[in-house]
């Protein structure tokens, strides 16, 4: 190897080493960062968990609804016919 091809490939080394000390983060810094991912995703599913629940509330409260629509329009053609038969 020439000199010219010993200093470049020494300053693309020293580049390397620079940007790895400096640039690449930690496993410390990676460990916290997964640490915090961990916590976020655990808030979401506790979001998630409570939303699933409230959406099966709402079926209920929709099955119910349903069913008393249903039995006051029989009450109601149950009047109309009683009044029928009466008049």
Known sequence: MNESTQKKTH???EKLANYVMNEVPRKSEFNKLAKKVDSVEGKVDTIIDSIEGQAQ?????R?????MHRGLD??????????????
Request: overall charge negative.
């Open 63 to 67: 099955t119910e609804q349903l069913a």
């Open 57 to 61: 509330q709402l079926d209920i409260i």
């Open 11 to 13: 300053e693309l080394l």
């Open 74 to 87: 029989r009450e109601e053609e149950r009047i109309e016919e009683h009044e029928k038969a009466g008049h």
